[in-house]
């Protein structure tokens, strides 16, 4: 919040909710009414720089996860997938495309990837989590049992790969 396009309208906010803290005789807080419209400025700013916002947080998700995945693989040994429980691989990949400044040609810069992870097996044991690492260990796509219950896919881990050297794929 104290970033980006809208740090100006979080501070105005923030000064608000600091000069009036506190509740009324009815337990209603004396900030939500007084900071109303500094407020809304701010929601209207966050809603019109909406994709800076939405990457920021990403990014800070990503971190969090990268951190206690991290942290559970330090504390448990590696065991081999269950067969069982396999995730689906959808292979039908979409690429997105950039244009190569030398040739003038479309090579891949990205692609889309969907892996959907069986929430429980035969037995009922249910996955906490579901994560997928590339082969140098950076995790690419995470999801919570409740995140991955509520897909419109369940189980579904979708995440975007990079590739900074594809000419060679076009």
Partial sequence: NREGPCR?????FERCMDANPGEDEE?????????????????????KHLEYYQDR?????????????????DERPAKPFPPKIKPDIDTSITTSSSVDGNTSEQSPSSAHARITFHLEDDEGTSLVMAYV?????????FGSKGKLSKADVPGLVEFELDFPACKELS
């Fill in 8 to 12: 100006n309208y979080w501070r105005r």
């Fill in 27 to 47: 337990g209603n807080s004396l900030s939500a009414k007084a900071c109303e419209n500094p407020f809304l400025a701010w929601m209207r700013c966050q809603q």
């Fill in 57 to 73: 947080a990403n990014v800070v998700e990503l971190e969090l996860w990268t951190n206690d995945v991290n942290e559970i693989e």
């Fill in 133 to 141: 690492k590339d082969s140098e260990g950076k995790l690419l796509g």
